[in-house]
């Protein structure tokens, strides 16, 4: 009798349907689909959801704008904040109350989950809380042993970067939204000792009736006027960022890229190469896609392999992981891991694609 699997997501998400697809290749029953704004408004569905033994899979939020503003305004009350309307389509808003809402859910959900034995939980909720806390995460990552790029940590203002820059005497560095996802917000700036800078990034700064506004963009927009980019870093701040030092990425033609890595069971599994021109390289911004393998020599799979099943040990009760690094002369580190980082449509590994490959293996296990 074959395991039934509970998914937590979106009805009709593209993450539904490729898992609904993998299930059929595999001659199994389809999942049964628990809504995020269901279970938000009625938490007793889980239980309800669970009563057999089964597989569960946490799958994000993000598809369903009534989930996210749910979160979202869960997150102002527990922070004692005005609530906010629901953002625009791609508006980057409150993202460290969103995570407050979104920490508070997954609290919720272990404590639901404790009680159920029967369950057989993909990723755990603390670890998935842990990976969305992109700042907290890098620092579990490196007390765990695993190569990370320098930390310069929280930045407060465009004020407090240019202190942090003198301190550690440095004129690049990328910053980080503390709670974004892919590269939403993230912004790879430069100064030089004549005082020009630049910053580049996905989020485009919008200024109307005497308020600032962001969107995330597949665009990458380059801003190099002073008062944009102090308005553009005051932004992020007041919703918590962080910076690290720049690391660059190894070159392939004109282009440049980083590694997706994708953990089953602590093992790297699906691994691609994103390649880019501009210095973000997610997929998402229309970045292409590249073989790993022809790409890098064997030491450097070598140490791609390692530093992955390394970052997966920091992770124990999560099974399936993405990891994002860079991989150069023979060392990696590690840029990110990602709780949901097997969304890669078509990515075969052993011939199964990430859905396919993480059945069998919890099929097998059972």
Request: proline fraction near 6%; aromatic fraction near 6%.
């Given at each position: ?11 009709g ?37 669970l ?6 899979k ?70 998935i ?52 996802s892919?590269?939403?917000g ?18 485009a ?6 308020q ?100 997966a040990?920091a ?52």
């Open positions: 009798m074959p395991t039934p699997l509970t998914v937590l997501s979106t009805f998400s593209k993450r539904v349907r490729l898992m609904q697809a993998a299930r059929a290749q595999l001659r199994l029953p389809p999942a049964q689909v628990l809504e995020w704004r269901d279970w938000l408004a009625q938490p007793a569905l889980l239980e309800e959801a009563r057999q033994p089964c597989l569960f946490i799958e994000p939020p993000g598809d369903d704008p009534a989930a996210h503003l749910l979160l979202l305004q869960a997150g102002c009350r527990l922070l004692d904040r005005p609530l906010v309307d629901a953002p625009a389509h791609g508006e980057l808003l409150a993202m460290d109350a969103w995570f407050a809402g979104f920490t508070s859910a997954m609290q919720s959900m272990a404590s639901q989950l404790a009680p159920l034995p029967q369950a057989r939980v993909v990723n755990a909720p603390a670890e809380s842990l990976m969305t806390d992109k700042l907290a995460c890098q620092r579990h990552l490196a007390a765990h042993g695993v190569p990370i790029p320098a930390l310069l940590g929280a930045v407060e203002s465009y004020d407090h970067l240019q202190s942090l820059l003198h301190e550690h005497e440095l004129d690049r560095v990328y910053l980080k939204p503390r709670y974004g892919s590269a939403s993230v912004v790879a700036y430069r100064c030089n000792r004549t005082g020009r800078q630049q910053a580049t990034t996905s989020a700064l919008s200024r109307a009736d005497c600032t506004r962001l969107f995330n963009v597949k665009r990458m927009t380059r801003y190099e006027a002073a008062a944009d980019i102090a308005a553009l870093i005051d932004a992020l701040a007041a919703q918590q960022l962080y910076a690290e030092a720049w690391l660059n990425k190894p070159r392939c033609g004109d282009s440049h890229y980083d590694l997706r890595v994708v953990t089953l069971a602590g093992q790297p599994a699906h691994r691609v190469a994103r390649i880019g021109d501009q210095m973000m390289t997610n997929l998402h911004l229309d970045n292409r896609r590249g073989d790993a393998s022809g790409l890098l020599l064997a030491a450097d799979m070598q140490a791609l392999e390692e530093t992955a099943a390394l970052a040990r992770f124990p009760a999560s099974h399936v992981t993405g990891y994002d690094l860079v991989v150069r002369r023979g060392q990696a580190r590690v840029l990110e891991a990602n709780a949901f980082g097997d969304l890669l449509p078509g990515l075969l590994w052993q011939g199964a694609d990430t859905y396919t490959a993480q059945l069998a293996h919890f099929t097998h296990h059972a």
